[in-house]
């Protein structure tokens, strides 16, 4: 299996992360660039404009730094709630277990071989299933109806 086809179903997961970590780069860029800030400086003011912690600046700031600090607040605001939403969601909902129990499941298809598949699991299919199960013979049965299983 592919890399990326591992990482598509967290996707909903992972792109909230990858926002805030954009918006931190940005953030931190800007201050280094604008106010001439050292990286953790600019990195630590960053994250106390993100995180809404009002702490107060590292250092003075200039006109053009409060403009960048703004716009960084009204931008972070948004995509911080966001990230927190949707990540919170993601995992209340349960869709974070159901993620690594499909991975689990087809990690244990893709390690199938000499096997039999029954198809429906109604009386025939069960008494193919008990005799293979008799013979230790390995099987995998498909059913639309979650009740029969």
């Not at 792109?15 to 800007?30: D, S």
């Not at 159901?98 to 069960?126: M, P, T, W």
Request: overall charge positive; proline content about 3%.
């Amino acid at each position: 299996m592919r890399i990326i086809d591992r990482i598509m179903p967290f996707k909903q997961f992972i792109l909230p992360f990858f926002v805030m970590w954009v918006l931190i780069v940005i953030g931190t860029f800007g201050y280094m660039i604008i106010e001439g800030f050292r990286f953790l400086d600019a990195f630590y003011m960053t994250i106390i404009t993100v995180a809404t912690v009002g702490y107060g600046e590292v250092q003075p700031l200039s006109d053009g730094g409060k403009i960048f600090t703004s716009f960084l607040i009204i931008t972070s605001f948004g995509t911080f709630a966001y990230a927190v939403s949707t990540i919170t969601r993601f995992v209340v909902d349960g869709e974070f277990n159901q993620l690594f129990k499909q991975q689990k499941l087809s990690a244990a298809i893709e390690q199938l071989s000499d096997h039999v598949i029954i198809c429906g699991y109604g009386r025939n299919g069960r008494q193919a299933a008990q005799v293979l199960k008799k013979h230790d013979k390995r099987f995998v049965v498909i059913e639309k109806n979650p009740d029969l299983t």
